[in-house]
């Protein structure tokens, strides 16, 4: 494993390329971090290899990383190469794309926790239903087998996600968020999917991946993982830290240093980022 003894070593590392994280806010700084905890936890693989993460580490080791920057790129460039296809093709094969402008018209808002069922889902849906013999059809008729007809998809394919239908004309918000509030507990039960065990994100933590910089420092240590390298901790601490910060390679290592702490606390498996809190 090759020692990196000089941040000469690291050319295409700089610190003022990380000047845009001060202007962010709270939800914009996480969602930076986000994708670097992802770009972390995959550290080992060849990060080139995998289309969006390859999106990220191009552009940080490019001396861009601005990740919501490189994904708006990306889509703006995804989007103009499809239209500039289009108009290669003969004008009456052209009538049979639709153009991406008016792509995403029809998605709705998505997260983690809840997105809508798009409509490849409801196609492999009706895929499994065929293989597990619920439904059959040929030319002549279709039938469900009759204990299956009322049954919900998710407990038929033992899902961990639950597919269900949202009446937004007919209950108001909170109408909605009590009956969901309801109906977990039970799903989780009869699923036999237990609530995951979680923290979530505090304030001051938040304010502290600004202030220990940890976005540019997670950076220098995804790209110790894909270099196979180690980079000691005073040699971290001259990049993140080069202009005489009260931070120094003393708080870099050892269970009590606080950007180690920190850093223990924000790549645990089991911290939400959600700011389900209200404090920021």
């Known amino acids: 494993m090759k020692r990196i003894d000089s941040t000469k070593d690291i050319p295409w590392f700089r610190i003022e390329n990380y000047n845009y994280i001060s202007e962010l806010s709270d939800i914009d700084l996480l969602n930076e971090f986000s994708r670097r905890r992802e770009l972390y936890n995959n550290r080992d693989t060849i990060l080139m290899e995998i289309e969006l993460l390859s999106c990220y580490w191009k552009g940080i080791l490019s001396g861009k990383p601005n990740t919501n920057a490189l994904l708006e790129k990306k889509f703006s460039d995804e989007d103009e190469d499809f239209n500039n296809y289009i108009k290669t093709l003969p004008e009456d094969e052209q009538k049979n794309y639709q153009s991406n402008e008016h792509l995403l018209d029809d ?113 220098l240590m995804i790209w110790e993982g894909q270099i196979d390298s180690v980079i000691p901790k005073r040699v971290l601490a001259s990049c993140v830290y080069p202009f005489g910060e009260v931070i120094g390679s003393e708080d870099l290592s050892g269970g009590n240093a606080k950007v180690s702490k920190l850093l223990n606390t924000l790549l645990c498996d089991n911290l939400s980022l959600t700011n389900i809190t209200g404090e920021f």
Request: negative net charge; hydrophobic residues 35%.
């Open 107 to 219: 998605v709705l808002s998505y997260d983690e926790a809840i997105s809508p069922i798009e409509i490849l889902q409801i196609i492999e849906y009706n895929k499994k239903i065929e293989i597990k013999g619920i439904y059959k059809k040929d030319k002549e008729f279709s039938y469900f087998k009759d204990d299956t007809f009322y049954s919900s998809i998710s407990k038929i394919f033992n899902d961990d996600v639950v597919a269900c239908e949202i009446d937004l004309s007919s209950h108001t918000d909170d109408e909605i968020i009590a009956s969901l509030k309801g109906h977990l507990p039970k799903w989780r039960e009869k699923m036999e999917v237990p609530e995951p065990e979680k923290r979530f994100i505090k304030s001051s933590e938040v304010s502290k991946i600004k202030a220990y910089k940890i976005i540019p420092l997670l950076d």
